[in-house]
C-alpha cells in the first residue's frame, strides 16, 4: 500500500490550493484519513480528518478556510485550502487507516509529504 501526496507549491498570502492524497495497492477499504502538516521548529499538527461516512474534523486554526473531502471509489482524498496565511506554511502529511485484502486488521500508512509556502 502506497499514499501518494501532491499539490503543495508557493501561493501568495490570500491564494488557494487544492491538495490530493491517492492510496494504491491492495486495498478493501479505508476507515479514517487525514492531513497533518509541520513547520520547522514545529510539532506535527493534526489540520483535517475525515471518516469513511462523511463526518470531519479541523483545528481550529483552519475551520473556515480548509474543506477535506474524499472519493471513496477512487481512494483518495483532498484537502482545500482558501484565504492562506503565512503560517499555513509547512509539509503537509496525509495518513489513512488500511484495511488490505485478507487481512482483518487496520494499519497506518503515511504518504511523503507535500510542502506549502505562502508568501506574505
Known amino acids: 500500500v502506497q499514499l501518494q501526496a501532491s499539490g503543495g507549491g508557493v501561493v501568495q498570502a490570500g491564494g488557494s490550493l487544492r491538495l490530493s492524497c491517492a492510496a494504491s495497492g491492495s486495498i478493501n477499504r479505508i476507515n479514517f484519513m487525514g492531513w497533518y502538516r509541520q513547520a520547522p521548529g514545529n510539532s506535527r499538527e493534526l489540520v483535517a480528518a475525515?471518516?469513511?461516512?462523511?463526518?470531519?474534523n479541523y483545528a481550529d486554526s483552519v475551520k473556515g478556510r480548509f474543506t477535506i473531502s474524499r472519493d471513496n471509489a477512487k481512494n483518495t482524498m483532498y484537502l482545500q485550502m482558501n484565504s492562506l496565511k503565512p503560517e499555513d506554511t509547512a509539509v503537509y502529511l496525509c495518513?489513512?487507516?488500511?484495511?488490505?485484502?485478507?487481512?482483518?486488521?487496520?494499519?497506518?500508512?503515511w504518504g511523503q509529504g507535500t510542502l506549502v509556502t505562502v508568501s506574505s
Open positions: 475525515i471518516l469513511r461516512g462523511g463526518t470531519t
Open positions: 495518513y489513512a487507516n488500511i484495511v488490505q485484502w485478507g487481512s482483518t486488521s487496520e494499519n497506518v500508512y
